[in-house]
């Protein structure tokens, strides 16, 4: 019976100190051996930085941008929003509107989830 090639495992993680720790943990897990640089594997653990999120402070919602994203964070669409807080579904639009510019997101859950990352809203 032969043996089984051995899974060939790419790490690619930014924080140096990171990357030893998981490369001296791999390196002794049998079945697995770790790729040369450039060398094709069977997977790749890669890990980046990620950019800093922004300040709660460094995003100016207006309050009652904070209204309509609070009511956008219970799924209300743009007609309740609207009748929620006593504007036309006109003004609501253009509320959720620049809330998406403000957050940098494509749409409105994009827009809810942005907000609870960078601590704007909590859920």
């Given at each position: 019976?032969?043996e ?10 930014d924080d140096?100190?990171?990357a030893?720790?998981?490369v ?25 930085e990620r ?17 309509v994203?609070a009511?956008l ?7 309740a ?34 907000a ?7 859920l």
């Open positions: 019976m032969s089984a090639e051995p899974i060939v495992v790419s790490v690619e993680i140096p100190a990171l030893d720790r998981i001296a943990l791999l390196g002794s897990v049998p079945g697995l051996r770790l790729a040369a640089p450039g060398e094709a594997a069977n997977f790749a653990l890669i890990s980046r950019p800093k999120a922004l300040e709660p402070a460094e995003i100016e919602l207006t309050p009652r941008e904070l209204d994203l009511l964070a219970e799924g209300a669409s743009n007609k929003i609207a009748r929620q807080l006593g504007i036309s579904v006109h003004t609501a639009k253009f509320h959720v509107g620049s809330i998406l510019d403000k957050l940098d997101a494509t749409g409105r859950t994009d827009a809810v989830a942005h609870a990352r960078r601590g704007v809203i909590n």
